[in-house]
Structure formats: structure tokens, C-alpha cells
């Protein structure tokens, strides 16, 4: 019986799929018939992009989808046209269905991008404010640092004249002591 299953690859924990017609008894990952697509959930939306002609072709002949086949065939649409194609409707049309949707899914992508809303205006103005009074802040707070270290180099400096007044004070000091101290036995 022939399938259309999803075929790992991708890096270790980075599994991305390939949407694969395959005989059911060949492994996961093994021999496959025909590559019709190409799934990766990782990411954001989910990259899927399956060939709808191979697709339909593979389901009229009798290919059964697997659950996760058919969860993502469900998604694009192409069960819906697979059940179209079996009451009638031509092939061409019904591919021709399937890709203008994602024409305009490529043209609407570019579109939301170039506007921008008034809404949006508003978030950049409050972020733009945001940052010039972060800025106005940081900027009154180097100058009070910088005042701060000034003063501080002040009182550094005052600090040590006095010490050095201090000091030749004390050394003038013991010399009268010594002075008076030989002056008494004298008497």
C-alpha cells in the first residue's frame, strides 16, 4: 500500500519533514517514491509548502495520507479539493485554486509591514520619550557624581593641610616640653 507520510530531517532536536509518497513497509526515514512537500514546525508560523498537482495526483491513484499527512493536506486544503476532484471538477482548475491563495498570502505579508498605524505611532512616541528622559537622568546623575567626587577632593585635600599643620604643631610642642624640663633643675 503506498502512503503519504512525513520523512524526518533536520539536526538532532531540530526535526524539520519532508511530505513523502512512500510504500507502507519502508522505513520512517527510508526509501520514498516521490517528494511532494515540505514541513517545519519550528518555525513561527509553521513553514508548509506541498505540490497540490502530486499531491491530488498521488490520492486519486489510491495513496492513503498518515494522520499527520492528513492533519497537514487538511490545513492547506487539498482534502477539501480531493473530495472536489472525485465529483468532478477538472485537475487544472483545482490546482489553479490552490495557488492563488498563496499569492495573495505573499503580497499580504509586504503590505502590513509598509503601513503604519496610529496606534503604532503612538508606542514609538512614548518609547522615544522614555528614552530621552532615561537620558535627561543619567545625565543630572554624572553631574551630581561629579560634583560629589569634587568635593570630596576638597575636603580630601583640606583634610590633609590640616593634618600637616597638626603635626609640625605637635613636633614644635615636645621641643618647648623638653625646653621647660631642662629649665626647672637649673633653679
Given amino acids: ?30 526509501r520514498f517514491i516521490e517528494e511532494i512537500g515540505f514541513y517545519n514546525p519550528r518555525t513561527e508560523p509553521e513553514t508548509l509548502r506541498i505540490d497540490e498537482a502530486r499531491a ?8 492513503q495520507p498518515t494522520d499527520s499527512a492528513a492533519r497537514l493536506l487538511k490545513t492547506l486544503g487539498t482534502l477539501d479539493r480531493f473530495e472536489r ?3 468532478g471538477e477538472s485537475l487544472e482548475a483545482l490546482v489553479s485554486e490552490a495557488e492563488a491563495p498563496e499569492e495573495e498570502e505573499e503580497e499580504g505579508l509586504e503590505t502590513p509591514v509598509a503601513e503604519e ?7 514609538e512616541e512614548a518609547e522615544e520619550q522614555a528614552e530621552e528622559q532615561a537620558e535627561e537622568q543619567t545625565e543630572e546623575a554624572e553631574e551630581q557624581t561629579e560634583e560629589a567626587e ?10 590633609e593641610e590640616t593634618a600637616a599643620e597638626g603635626e609640625s604643631e605637635e613636633e614644635s610642642e615636645p ?9 626647672e633643675p637649673e633653679e
Fill in 150 to 159: 569634587g568635593a570630596a577632593e576638597s575636603e580630601d585635600s583640606e583634610a
Fill in 175 to 183: 621641643e618647648e616640653a623638653d625646653e621647660a624640663e631642662e629649665s
Fill in 56 to 63: 491530488l495526483h498521488w490520492l486519486n491513484v489510491g495513496a
Fill in 117 to 123: 498605524t496610529p496606534e503604532l505611532e503612538a508606542v
Fill in 85 to 87: 476532484l472525485q465529483q
Fill in 1 to 30: 500500500m503506498v502512503k503519504i507520510r512525513l520523512r524526518r530531517v533536520g539536526s538532532k532536536k531540530q526535526p524539520s519533514f519532508r511530505v513523502v509518497v512512500a510504500d507502507s513497509r519502508s522505513p520512517r526515514d527510508g
